[in-house]
T-cell receptor, first 115, second 111 residues
Framework: ETGVTQTPRHLVMGMTNKKSLKCEQH?????MYWYKQSAKKPLELMFV???????ENNSVPSRFSPECPNSSHLFLHLHTLQPEDSALYLC??????????????FGSGTQLSVL | QKEVEQNSGPLSVPEGAIASLNCTYS??????FFWYRQYSGKSPELIMS????GDKEDGRFTAQLNKASQYVSLLIRDSQPSDSATYLC???????????FGAGTRLFVKA
């Protein structure tokens, strides 16, 4: 596979469930990101990892827990979510974290519905 | 608060016309500017990047940057129905690692 792949594509969960989103990039990039996209709102940056180290936690509730075991894989663990957390969750990668002009490559996203 | 602002639209243009999409940003330290296209139900994909004042052309797309006015635009010439999508403006500061996105402009190209 090429690019950035995310699984699952769709997820429905109850407020008491625990689930995980998975992202894998095949581009040899050093940085990976989680973004949240809600209807008619700008993409919200949630977490940034560079070479497996978290460099940004953008005031995200603790019910979202990221994990980056290596530079190619990124997870987002979900527990006790709220209905307002329903959104499209996008994983992205870039070649480098700080170089200007870095372009983001997005996965296909996970459409999450919290009931 | 660093922001990127776009008219949400929808912007409707006839097939073959020029579509003009605009974006303003608040952070004067922004150095890199991007346009992403997002089809309904899909993820964003980069279509243009621009770093210097002036115009940059790539096929039917032209990005325009005016740092003094903190203004970025995207022109789509000979618009096609397949161009119908949401266009996201994004900016990034030198040395920073956050790419800040606007909420996007929905474009409809009528056949």
């Amino acid at each position: 596979e090429t690019g950035v792949t995310q699984t699952p594509r769709h997820l429905v969960m109850g407020m008491t469930n625990k689930k995980s989103l998975k992202c894998e990039q095949h581009l040899g990039h050093n940085a990976m990101y989680w973004y949240k996209q809600s209807a008619k709102k700008p993409l919200e940056l949630m977490f940034v990892y560079s070479l497996e180290e978290r460099v940004e936690n953008n005031s995200v509730p603790s019910r979202f827990s990221p994990e980056c075991p290596n530079s190619s894989h990124l997870f987002l663990h979900l527990h006790t979510l709220q209905p307002e957390d329903s959104a499209l969750y996008l994983c992205a990668s870039s070649q480098d974290l700080t170089a200007s002009g870095e372009k983001l490559f997005f996965g296909s996203g996970t459409q999450l519905s919290v009931l | 608060q660093k922001e990127v602002e776009q008219n949400s639209g929808p912007l409707s243009v006839p097939e073959g016309a020029i579509a003009s999409l605009n974006c303003t940003y608040s952070d004067r330290g922004s150095q890199s500017f991007f346009w992403y296209r997002q089809y309904s139900g899909k993820s964003p994909e980069l279509i243009m990047s621009i770093y210097s004042n002036g115009d940059k052309e790539d096929g039917r797309f032209t990005a325009q940057l005016n740092k003094a006015s903190q203004y970025v635009s995207l022109l789509i010439r000979d618009s096609q129905p397949s161009d119908s999508a949401t266009y996201l403006c994004a900016v990034k500061s030198t040395g920073g690692f956050k790419t800040i996105f606007g909420a996007g402009t929905r474009l409809f190209v009528k056949a």
